[in-house]
């Protein structure tokens, strides 16, 4: 039997090389050319066929087996967030105002630590894996759906779907593993709250957006408490942004834009608080003779595990840790591989990769965000198990 926890140890090194190396140049949204084209050398360099631009940016890799069998597909996210780390580490981010604030960097190197693993393996494996990095996970940029559209999910086409995010809410040597929906659809608002501009030394000429916007704030905030049924399920709404037409400070602007977003883990519930959210600001603002122009998009829904496969993955597991480091994790954080998992059924899962020893426990999307690296390769073991217990022809070990 193959010792993958022994083979990801093995691997350190090249682990931690690739993720600094990732971490050095983030590449954000669709314009991820550098980090794809090493990717890209890396899994030809281990044999596998190799297919670039999918869905713009993203990188296909192919791994057939020896024999026939399933074909398993390893998604992982590749692009880094528009935010400036304040982190003073050697492997810091080299592009001002650009970092991997969430993980991808460590998920790269994760997937290309199993291709090694299941390269060295070839003639034991009974299928083919199905080696998926995507670029625009992150802001609701639509990655996911570009390279679906370009057919990622065809010739072949997977039987089964695997995926995992390193995760600073559990700490090193925890895995998150849940069936049912794990993580919520997100959608985004952007409301214009539209008045009549003028003297702010003479407020009765004008009708004043930025107070209205003021009353509006707290009674988006309030829809959650008061205008949903607290039966319905987990939901969260937040105003994230504020800006106006005006940086004057005698002048009241003519309109003042706010944004932010909502996470529920049903359509239904997302359908309600989208009504909720247009009628609330329609209402607030004609009260003060304002108006309200509104739009909604959802970028991702709710990421499903199928349930059978959860109970697979979590018997592998088992091979790897304990069962006291296997704890549900659900999360109001979405990710777009919720449209791969509705096509294909699978399991996306969270290897916890904070240490408070280390002082490693900021959040992720923060300046300072970082993870214990000897979360990689944990996270190969664990995927290499899962992904084995699939295509490893166990006659073969």
Not at 200 to 226: E, F, K, N, Y
Not at 277 to 288: F, N, P, T
Request: net charge negative.
């Amino acid at each position: 039997m193959i010792d993958y926890k022994a083979e990801a140890e093995q691997l350190r090194g090249e682990l931690v090389a690739y993720r600094r190396d990732f971490h050095r140049h983030p590449e954000v949204g669709f314009e991820v050319h550098r980090t794809a084209a090493v990717v890209a050398e890396q899994l030809q360099r281990l044999g596998l066929d190799v297919q670039t631009g999918v869905g713009k940016t993203g990188v296909v890799a192919l791994l057939q087996g020896e024999k026939d069998g399933p074909t398993v597909l390893w998604r992982s996210d590749m692009d880094a967030l528009p935010i400036h780390e304040d982190n003073d580490v050697p492997y810091a981010s080299q592009i001002p105002g650009v970092m991997h604030a969430c993980g991808h960097d460590g998920h790269m190197a994760i997937a290309l630590g199993l291709a090694h693993i299941f390269a060295k393996h070839k003639q034991e494996i009974a299928g083919r894996i199905k080696f998926m990095f995507q670029p625009a996970e992150e802001l609701g940029a639509g990655g996911a759906l570009a390279m679906i559209a370009d057919g990622v999910l065809e010739n072949p086409e997977p039987q089964v779907t695997f995926g995992m995010h390193l995760w600073n809410t559990l700490p090193l040597g925890m895995v998150g593993l849940a069936d049912g929906a794990i993580m919520s659809g997100g959608s985004f608002f952007n409301i214009r709250v539209r008045g009549l501009a003028g003297h702010a030394a003479m407020p009765h000429t004008t009708i004043d957006p930025v107070a209205c916007t003021g009353q509006l704030i707290s009674a988006l905030h309030q829809i959650v408490g008061r205008r949903m049924d607290a039966m319905a399920g987990a939901v969260v709404l937040s105003v994230t942004s504020i800006q106006s037409n005006s940086h004057a400070y005698n002048a009241i602007p003519a309109y003042v834009d706010i944004g932010g977003t909502f996470r529920t883990f049903n359509a239904y519930t997302s359908e309600m608080l989208e009504q909720h959210v247009r009628s609330v600001a329609k209402s607030v603002c004609e009260s003060v003779g304002c108006t309200a122009e509104v739009q909604i998009r959802h970028p991702t829904i709710p990421v499903v595990n199928d349930p059978d496969i959860v109970k697979r993955v979590h018997q592998a597991f088992l091979q790897i840790v304990d069962e006291e480091s296997l704890v549900e994790e659900r999360t109001m954080a979405s990710e777009d591989v919720s449209y791969i998992l509705e096509e294909i059924p699978g399991v996306y899962f969270f290897v916890g990769s904070s240490n408070a020893k280390k002082g490693l426990t900021y959040g992720h999307h923060h300046p300072r965000f970082d993870f214990d690296e000897d979360a990689l390769p944990l996270a190969v073991a664990l995927g290499a198990s899962a992904i084995a217990d699939y295509v490893i022809d166990s006659k073969s070990e």
